[in-house]
């Protein structure tokens, strides 16, 4: 299985200060057709996850473009360029170019 | 907009079967080019993926638990399932149905629903 990893753990953030989040695979997420199979989910408090990035840098409808994706092969980065209180929560990466989906382990985003 | 709903017993005991529906409202499950997920997540660890069905009935699972999973679709009453066999607490978790599709595998969620397995 490939692994996910998630750096920081937890982070506090002040309203309006930017925040990164780091994730990185165990094996390259670059498929033969080009795409790169990186995800950015956001579990709210009390809520299911919600998509955020798609294939690394792509924002899914109704996301923010204060959100951010980057990166490639193995290393990825989820920046949020102005926190808002909406933001709190867990963060999620997902790879999905081999069987078994697998996710990184989560980082905590809260507000100072 | 698809909206996925889980629903089934909360309790399970011991070396029974866990089994859930997942229902699909504001889109058909017979649509062509999606796949249908189960994902669960235990208290206090990541998400796992369990496994998909795709509308044409055929089936991944994760390697980890597909000697103990079973998820099928009943195109008439647009809803899919998960069966999972043989249940130790190690299987308590909420549980999660998804949709998604080429672009991407995981977009939709269900809200989730709690499974704990206990005598």
């Known amino acids: 299985d490939i692994v996910m990893t998630q750096t920081p753990l937890s982070l506090s953030v002040t309203p309006g200060q930017p925040a990164s989040i780091s994730c990185k695979s165990s094996q390259s997420l670059l498929n033969s057709d080009g795409k790169t199979y990186l995800y950015w989910y956001l579990q709210k408090p009390g809520q299911s996850p919600q998509l955020l990035i798609y294939?690394?840098?792509n924002r899914f409808s109704g996301v923010p473009d204060r959100f951010s994706g980057s990166g490639s092969g193995t290393d990825f980065t989820l920046k949020i360029s102005r926190v808002e209180a909406e933001d709190v929560g867990v963060y999620y990466c997902?790879?999905?170019?081999?069987?078994?989906?697998?996710f990184g382990g989560g980082t905590t985003v809260e507000i100072k | 907009q698809v909206q996925l709903q889980e629903s089934g017993p909360g309790l399970v005991k011991p070396s029974q079967t866990l089994s859930l529906t997942c229902s699909v409202s504001g889109g058909s499950i017979s649509s062509g080019g999606y796949n249908w997920s189960w994902i669960r997540q235990p208290a206090g660890k990541r998400l796992e993926w369990i496994g998909r069905?795709?509308?044409?009935?055929?089936?991944n699972y994760n390697p980890s638990l597909k000697s103990r999973v079973t998820i099928s679709v009943d195109t008439s009453k647009n809803q899919f399932s998960l069966k999972l066999s043989s249940v130790t607490a190690a299987d308590t978790a909420v549980y999660y149905c998804?949709?998604?599709?080429?672009?991407?595998?995981?977009?939709?969620w269900g809200q989730g629903t709690l499974v704990t397995v206990s005598s």
């Open positions: 997902m790879q999905s170019i081999q069987l078994p989906l697998t």
């Open positions: 069905i795709y509308t044409s009935g055929s089936t």
């Open positions: 998804s949709r998604g599709d080429s672009v991407v595998v995981v977009a939709a």
């Open positions: 294939e690394v840098s």
